[in-house]
C-alpha cells in the first residue's frame, strides 16, 4: 500500500472530542450506532478514496511543496484518518442500550424522553441519549450532562434539584416516554 493511501496511525487524536469521562461506559441506542457506523462507512467508502485520487494526481504534477491540491489533499487525509479513528474506537466500545426493551417506563432511564416544568411553569422535553448523539437543539441530551444527571431514576411527579452554573432550579417531571423520537 502506498503513503498517499495508508492510515497514519501515529497522528495524535488531541483535537476529538472525548465526552465519556474515564471508567464509564459508552451507552448508545441503536439509532446512534447506526449513525456512527454509516459515517465511517461513508468516510471509508466515499470520501476517502475520492481525496486519495485527488492527492495522487497532484502528486504526479511535480513540485510539492507549491502544490495546493497535494498540500490541502493531504490534509483532508489526515482529518478523514482521524475521524475514522475516533469514530472506530466509539463503535467498538459502544454499549448499546435499546429504550424499547426498557420495562421500568414510569422511571426515568438511558433513552427516556422527559417533559419537565420550571418553577416559572415553561416546560421542556429532552430524550437523554449517548455522548455521541447529543445535539442540545434537537433535544438530545448526553446522560452525563447535568440535567440528565438530575432526571435520572425520577418518576412523574417528582421534584429534581438541577444544578447549573447560575445557581440550584427546582424542576418538575411531567412526563416520561420510551417512544423514539
Known sequence: MNDISRIDENDDDEDEPQGIPAGAKNYIRPQGLAALQEECRMLLRVERPKVVEIVSWAAGNGDRSENGDYLYGKKRLREIDRR??????????????????????????????VTYAHDDDSENTVTIVGVDEADFEKGLVSWISPIARALLKAHVGDLVELRTPSGKQHIEIVAISYDSP
Do not use: C, W
Open 84 to 113: 475514522i479513528r475516533f469514530l472506530t474506537k466509539r463503535i467498538e466500545s459502544a454499549q448499546v442500550v435499546d429504550p424499547q426493551q426498557q420495562t421500568r417506563r414510569d422511571q426515568v432511564f438511558f433513552g427516556a424522553t
